[in-house]
């Protein structure tokens, strides 16, 4: 089955998803404005799709009441300069609820997360994506699928929904998902890396395109000029630019990737746009060694100045 999608929102899905952080205060309630320089330097950058309530914004750490909070917000901010997906899931009445609260603030698809249920069924993925794409009422809908244990034959029913018109790939297995690529060849879906620039190369090889990305929050025209170096083939150079930002993902990737949201948080403190902490279970403060290493990257990367690091 072939999904009409608008030519402008598929066009934007190939290129860079910036996952959004969520601002807190320092008593972890929402401080849904402190996102909105964020938001303005990822646009002007270039990139070319915003992401409110992702793994980066800390999805499953906040209430569905908040994260409705934080569609809105971030729908407002976006002001349509670029798409914005809504990330939604948790249980199927949450995520029915924040499907329609996020089609309500004017987001331009749905994000849905894979289901952590630990007695998830395959089968019972695919209703939990019809439910929402149902309650979306229209909105295109980007599936998200960290696991790809499920089964290609799931998998591509799942791209048969109606409404479904892109697929996150965030499992690392590029050869499963050229596979895929080749089952649906002709179905119209979006393929986008989801495990951020390092990732990207490989997912390319087998015919997917964008990738979704933390470090937009802090570095937007890195990202940017990553994918223009891949969109352009020039792989040495994507290589060369991937190779700058790995300590970056290096250190989110700590202490069991508790520090993935910790890591831009505290960066974006460093550059003097406080977005507040993280919540547990994620890993705050970051330790002085994690937080020294961040410090000295930024400063080579001319991010923050050599005389903060003093």
Known sequence: MTTAIDPALRKALGGISGILVT?????????????????????????????????????????TAEAEAAVHAAAEQVAGRVPLLAGVGRSINDAVALARASRAAGASALMVHQPPDPFVSPRGVISYVQRIAEAGQGLPVVLYLRDDGIGNDNIIALCQIPGVVGVKWAAPTPLRLGEIIRATRGSGIAWIGGLAETWAPPFYAVGARGYTSGLINVWPEHSVAIHTALEAGDYPRAAQLIETMSAFEALRAEERNGTNVSVVKAALQMLGDDCGPTRPPSAWPLTPKAEAELRRRLTEWGLIRAAAAD
Do not use: C, I, W
């Not at 008593?27 to 990139?47: I, T």
């Open 23 to 63: 601002p807190f205060n320092a008593d972890e309630s929402l401080a849904l404005p402190k996102l909105k320089p964020v938001v303005d330097r990822a646009v002007q950058a270039g990139v070319h799709v915003l992401v409110a309530n992702g793994n980066t914004s800390e999805f499953y750490g906040m209430t």
